[in-house]
């Protein structure tokens, strides 16, 4: 086994403002209330604080760069952190990133 798939995943703890944004919009009715994942990260950047969407937004970015391959990122999302959307690529994570970080710079 490499090296690379030795890594433990972080604990969830390193991605709380993630978790709790997983758990409260990508739960199992999120396609149909949201859209998409994209569409739940702007409406968690509407409803939060300018501090919760820098946290969600560092954390998201920070995720995408670990690169991890989609099956490491489907499984963090879905049995880490809680949520029923499974992040089928570092870009997908990215695109929430960009979502919220684009209410952040016309929230301020």
């Given at each position: 086994m490499s090296?690379?798939?030795r890594r433990r995943r972080p604990p969830p703890?390193?991605?709380?403002?993630?978790?709790?944004f997983a758990r409260a919009y990508l739960h199992e009715d999120?396609?149909?209330e949201y859209?998409?994942?994209?569409?739940?990260?702007?409406?968690f950047a509407a409803a939060a604080s300018a501090a919760e969407r820098d946290d969600l937004a560092a954390e998201l970015t920070r995720l995408a760069a670990l690169g991890w391959p989609p099956?490491?990122?489907?499984?963090?999302?879905?049995d880490t952190l809680g949520a029923a959307w499974a992040a089928?690529?570092?870009?997908?994570?990215?695109q929430m990133a960009d979502a919220v970080a684009e209410?952040?710079?016309r929230g301020r």
């Amino acid at each position: 086994m490499s090296p690379m798939r030795r890594r433990r995943r972080p604990p969830p703890a390193d991605f709380a403002a993630l978790r709790a944004f997983a758990r409260a919009y990508l739960h199992e009715d999120f396609a149909r209330e949201y859209g998409s994942a994209v569409q739940a990260a702007h409406a968690f950047a509407a409803a939060a604080s300018a501090a919760e969407r820098d946290d969600l937004a560092a954390e998201l970015t920070r995720l995408a760069a670990l690169g991890w391959p989609p099956d490491r990122l489907r499984a963090f999302f879905t049995d880490t952190l809680g949520a029923a959307w499974a992040a089928p690529s570092a870009d997908a994570v990215l695109q929430m990133a960009d979502a919220v970080a684009e209410r952040r710079e016309r929230g301020r």
